[in-house]
């Protein structure tokens, strides 16, 4: 597999786990919390559930669609990476979002908006399923 296109599968990783996130939190998170209080929004234990079984369906469908181009620990790389540039959407682009999303503290709603390493184990489940 080329350089070219893992950066595009990272990519496309990126945004399609984002959307998780997007998703997830629009449809029972209401909001990442109360104001101020971004942790209140774990209390609500279905925007991580769902944001696990997409994260897995989205594992599974990358890990089709590259065939056997990737071996299991290259998919979990994959994910991982993605993961991260998750981190720099939000660190670059937060502000378009919400005024407080902004570069200092995007690692901090990151965590909570990604619930931390399961959203990348759930996406490695899915993929790794696969093989």
């Given at each position: 597999?080329?350089h ?27 909001g990442?919390?109360t104001?101020?209080?971004p ?7 279905w925007?991580y559930?769902?944001?696990?079984l ?18 299991r ?7 991982f990476?993605a993961?991260?540039?998750?981190l720099?959407?939000?660190?670059l ?18 965590l ?20």
């Open positions: 597999m080329t070219g296109r893992i950066l595009l599968v990272i990519g496309v990783l990126t945004l399609a786990l984002s959307s998780t996130v997007a998703i997830s939190w629009l449809a029972f998170g209401r990442m919390g104001p101020g209080d942790l209140s929004a774990l209390e609500r234990p925007i559930v769902s944001q696990a997409m994260a897995v369906a989205i594992g599974f469908v990358a890990a089709r669609w590259l065939g056997s181009a990737l071996m620990g290259q998919i979990v790389l994959v994910m990476v993961w991260i540039g998750e720099i959407l939000l660190a682009f937060g502000t378009f979002v919400a005024s407080e999303l902004t570069p200092a503290v995007a690692w901090y709603y990151w909570i908006g990604t619930g931390g390493l399961m959203q990348p184990m759930a996406a490695s489940v899915g993929g790794v399923l696969v093989r």
